[in-house]
């Protein structure tokens, strides 16, 4: 019959067969060996074939900055301060007699003004005008008694003379003449009295003025010394100016001394921003206050208006506050510098022959907003930068540019 078939021994992979752990363990290690050959000799060609650079050293850049000639000078000094103005002369009107006002001005309003002379008030006069008449009366009296004893008198001196009038006569008539001379002067001085308290019950102005504040009207009854207004003279107003005692060296001498200016005064001008325009008006440096402030340590100076009209034509209103400019002595060799040029430790840039920046210690004589004056530390036709640098070294290079 038929046998079984014979069992084959051979066991060699077929084309189906899986493949086996070892080679797929040499397929991972080969391919990252590949990819880290490729990078070596590709790293390895780049640093061969990199070109050589040459270094240089770079030469510094100027910076560009605008400077000045040093060039000394003579300079009318100038001060500044500011201050409130308030009138030099103010009164307050009393009544000098008693009475009923009947008239009151139309001027006689708080900021109301006007003019030396002008009738303000005016008291019911009939008391005085009776007043007036009785001292006129009695006075004409007196003239008469004094005419009668002066005759008498006459007439018992002769008689005296001719040993027909005794001792006694004679001295009751001069005893009489006495009294009567004295009456008259008595209703002479009555009179004068009685006119001048007439005239009282008009209150005139005593100067050009304004009225600063008033409390009377028609109708109302005045004793002797009642209070009328506050008036004061437009034609005199003054500034009241601080100063630091280190602001009177740039000042005349007699600033320094209390008391009046002299003949020459300094000038002053006083400037505001006043009815939407920049007003000035002008004033001079009368006198020096006798104290100096303990709480700011300041010395006060006042400034006299002068003309009270701003070249604009605005009168200067009490009360404004204002800038005052004072001319002040002149200073010989001064070095005028902007103020962007002095730095915070009193230096300036100096730039020497070889335009290279060197710091200069200076002496600062005056300090303004704008510019500084020095009294020492730079020489003529020096140059200094005026440039606000920011970062400076000593002996950087600069490039001066107009």
Known sequence: GQGRPARCNDTRPTMNQSPTPRSLWLKKLIAPLIVLVIASSIYLGLINTTAELDTTVKEPVPVAVRAITVEPETVSLKVYSEGNVQPRTQTNLLAQVAGEVIYVADTMLSGGQFQLGDT?????????????????????????????????????????????????????????LAVAEASAMEATAALERANIDLERTLIRAPFNGRVRNESVDVGQFLQKGASI??????????????LADAQLAYLAPQYANVGSAGENPA??????????????????????????????RFLHVIAEVSETTSDRGVQLPLGLFVDATISGRDAERLVRIPRTALRADDTVMVIDENDQLHFRH?????????????SDGLEKGEHVSISPLQFVVEGMLVQVIN
């Open 120 to 176: 303000l008030l005016r008291l019911d006069p009939r008391d005085y005008e009776i007043a007036r008449d009785r001292a006129q009366a009695s006075l004409s009296r007196a003239q008469a008694e004094l005419n009668f004893a002066r005759l008498e008198a006459g007439r018992v001196r002769a008689l005296y003379g001719d040993e027909l009038a005794s001792v006694a006569d004679l001295q009751g008539a001069e005893r009489l």
């Open 229 to 242: 207004a506050t008036v004061y003279d437009t034609e005199r107003l003054e500034v009241k100016l601080p």
């Open 267 to 296: 000038q002053v001008t006083l400037t505001a921003n006043f009815a939407g325009a920049v007003q000035t008006w002008e004033a001079t440096l009368t006198r020096t206050e006798g104290d100096i402030s303990t709480r700011s």
């Open 362 to 374: 200076v002496q600062v004589f005056q300090l303004t907003a704008d510019e500084v004056l020095l």
